[in-house]
């Protein structure tokens, strides 16, 4: 795993929380891209964190199946990268 591609998907996630509130376009576009490369990567817990995000921008969007789904599908990565805390701080979003 490339240390610098890691930091550029880690970016691409940050700065599209940055802009969650302000563009949300940019931010489900960064954040679906950081999406692909921590999939690529197999980062478990970067692909969790950005289907949560993605899942919560459906949500605002009146998109609920999708953001269950999304977020559905972001509890076994998060159980997969031993962040149990994760696990029970995010899953309030969907039944745990």
Not at 28 to 52: K, W, Y
Not at 54 to 60: I, N, P, R, V
Not at 64 to 79: D, G, H, M, N, Q
Request: hydrophobic residues 50%; contains cysteine.
């Amino acid at each position: 795993m490339s240390k610098e591609k890691l930091a550029f998907y880690k970016a691409l996630l940050f700065i599209g929380d940055l802009f969650i509130d302000v563009d949300e376009v940019t931010a489900e576009n960064l954040f679906i891209v950081a999406l692909e490369g921590f999939t690529f990567m197999d980062v478990h817990r970067s692909r969790a964190q950005c289907m949560l995000l993605l899942g919560d921008l459906a949500q605002k969007k009146a998109e609920i199946t999708k953001a269950v789904e999304l977020w559905t599908t972001a509890r076994p990565l998060f159980e997969r990268s031993l962040q149990a805390k994760d696990v029970a701080s995010h899953m309030p979003r969907v039944l745990v």
